[in-house]
């Protein structure tokens, strides 16, 4: 994940994204309300949207982009769905 977070900020220079979705994963890690393997699931799909989030945007695979947004958005807490939002909106899918 710190490799593609990285990667954002160096080949896309999108330091909004950046912040959010690394603010984002904090917050996923210190939910109270998740269990310990629906953290890991979700770290991992947003891990592989992140790294999808740093490669150009014509090369973006937007189908497996939408995928994994509407799979971490099923999986969060109510809590955090607002920020949730605002990351898919910096995304565009």
Same mark, same amino acid.
């Given at each position: 994940?710190?490799?593609?977070?990285?990667?954002?900020?160096?080949?896309?220079?999108?330091?909004?994204?950046?912040?959010?979705?690394?603010?984002?994963?904090? $917050?996923?890690? %210190?939910? /109270?309300?998740?269990?310990?393997?629906? /953290?890991?699931?979700?770290?991992?799909?947003?891990?592989?949207?992140?790294?999808?989030? $740093?490669?150009? /945007?014509?090369?973006?695979?937007?189908?497996?982009? /939408?995928?994994?947004?509407?799979?971490? %958005?099923?999986?969060?807490?109510?809590?955090?769905?607002?920020?949730?939002?605002?990351?898919?909106?910096?995304?565009?899918?």
């Amino acid at each position: 994940m710190e490799v593609a977070l990285n990667n954002i900020h160096v080949y896309n220079q999108n330091e909004q994204l950046e912040h959010a979705l690394r603010e984002f994963a904090e $917050a996923i890690i %210190g939910d /109270k309300s998740l269990a310990p393997d629906a /953290k890991d699931e979700i770290i991992e799909q947003l891990s592989l949207l992140a790294a999808q989030a $740093a490669t150009k /945007k014509e090369s973006r695979t937007m189908i497996m982009m /939408k995928a994994l947004v509407r799979s971490i %958005g099923t999986s969060i807490p109510a809590a955090l769905i607002e920020h949730w939002d605002k990351i898919r909106v910096l995304i565009g899918a």
